[in-house]
């Protein structure tokens, strides 16, 4: 398989304190560490911004699934979750996705977010190396 995109951004300053420019101008955003470890908060951090993509990237992921097996979709929304950890080694990160499929059966909802979790390319980068829990919303 070869590239079809590639996403060329620089952290510059100092890191989760510093700032992230896209190659092309259109991602510029100043970053800060939270406050909950010590930051000074104020902006987006790389959790956020993680959290983000894989939210975008795994609700595309489901609605490919859902137009595939003929399933209408309205007002989907897919909510994602990433947690700073932090034990003796270190620091570390996992997610909770949670999944909204209004008007959809139980079983076949559940069908469309383990297909949408095969194909994500997020959950799959992240399979076998962070936690990943997803959930159907009540």
Same mark, same amino acid.
């Given at each position: 398989? =070869?590239?079809? /995109?590639? #996403? ?7 890191? $989760? ?24 908060? =104020? ?8 959290? #983000?993509?894989? *939210? *975008?990237?795994?609700?595309? *992921?489901?609605?490919? &699934?859902? $137009?595939?097996?003929?399933?209408? +979709? #309205? ?14 080694? =270190? /620091? &570390?990160? &996992?997610?909770? +996705? ?13 069908? +469309? ?19 990943? =829990? ?5």
């Amino acid at each position: 398989m =070869g590239v079809v /995109y590639t #996403a060329d951004v620089v952290s510059a300053g100092d890191g $989760r304190n510093g700032s992230v420019r896209s190659s092309d101008g259109v991602l510029e955003l100043g970053l800060a560490s939270p406050k909950e470890v010590g930051g000074p908060g =104020g902006a987006t951090n790389p959790e956020q911004l993680f959290a #983000a993509g894989y *939210a *975008a990237c795994f609700h595309s *992921a489901l609605r490919l &699934s859902a $137009r595939e097996a003929k399933v209408a +979709l #309205a007002e989907d929304t897919v909510s994602a979750r990433v947690h700073l950890e932090r034990d003796e080694s =270190g /620091y &570390s990160i &996992s997610a909770d +996705l949670v999944v909204a499929l209004p008007g959809v059966p139980e079983d076949v909802a559940r069908s +469309l977010v383990e297909q949408a979790h095969g194909r994500c390319p997020y959950s799959k980068a992240v399979r076998d190396s962070i936690r990943v =829990g997803i959930s159907l919303a009540p």
